[in-house]
């Protein structure tokens, strides 16, 4: 197994058990433990884990915004599942924003080529992925976030104010029954602008984003027309987006 990929499958494993010894992983990977330490040393530096005496528990601190690369690594087949029956939804849409983040990043990468004829996005990673089909692709303009690689800003703010879409693909950090949240007051800013401007919402987002919280509410469940996710909400979620009038598509893995 190679080194990169051994490493994603340690951020996995910490991901799905809450927290691996360094006994654990070395069994699980057939690796010395040593290998573990060094791996589990090299992460933590990233900021991918969080090392603990012993082993390795997941990066969760409350208030926390992971960054685009740790986001990245979580729940891949998730967001494979949530792509797929999103991108059946685009069918005959001919502007097309999609928010920055790595489900709809997973979106993008699935739309056929004769799908949304003019996309939109404040992502310069999804507007790559989008580019590559020769699609005509539009980009913001504004300030890059670093840690999230989304375009946000006075700027961006700009240019949303003057456009209209058929069809927005939005992703959040949090859903629970006051409605959608994330981290970030800028990046809040261009969600609602997103929102006001588009005549259909599909907001895409795996298991672990529902009976979250965040800092900046951005909208409520009502402005959301369909959402796509891979696992049944619980009741208490399920009731609040039922009570929303949100069109519920489970993706099966």
């Known amino acids: 197994m190679l080194p990169a990929t051994r490493r994603r499958t340690v951020i996995e494993l910490v ?3 809450g927290g691996c010894s360094v006994n654990e992983l070395a069994t699980e990977l057939e690796v010395s433990k040593a290998t573990v330490r060094r791996d589990l040393g090299a992460l933590a530096e990233e900021g991918l884990v969080e090392r603990t005496h012993g082993g390795a528990v997941p990066v ?11 986001k990245g690594i979580r729940n891949l087949t998730e967001k494979a599942t949530i792509a797929e029956r999103a991108a059946a939804e685009m069918a005959g849409e001919q502007v097309v924003f999609f ?3 790595t489900t709809t990043m997973e979106v993008a990468k699935r739309i056929s080529t004769d799908e949304a004829a003019l996309a939109v996005t404040n992502s310069p990673l999804v507007a790559l992925e989008l580019a590559a089909e020769e699609r005509d692709v ?3 303009g504004g300030t890059l976030r670093g840690r999230t690689r989304a375009l946000v800003g006075p700027t961006a703010e700009g240019f ?3 456009m209209r879409f058929d069809l927005l693909v939005l992703g959040t950090n ?3 029954a006051d409605g959608l949240m994330t981290p970030n007051e800028a990046e809040a800013r261009m969600k609602e602008l997103m929102i006001e401007r588009s005549k259909r919402v599909v907001l895409v987002a795996d ?9 900046v509410r951005f909208a409520d469940l009502a402005a959301v027309d369909t959402f796509v996710t891979d696992r049944p909400p ?3 979620e399920r009731g609040s987006l039922e009570n929303a009038d949100v069109r519920m598509l489970v993706g099966e893995s």
């Open 138 to 140: 539009k980009l913001t």
């Open 99 to 101: 928010d920055s983040g």
């Open 160 to 162: 949303m104010e003057r």
């Open 207 to 215: 298991h672990t984003k529902l009976g979250e919280r965040s800092v």
């Open 234 to 236: 619980g009741e208490t």
């Open 60 to 70: 969760t601190s409350v208030g926390r915004e992971r960054s685009h690369q740790q």
């Open 15 to 17: 991901s799905e058990k």
């Open 174 to 176: 949090a859903v629970d």
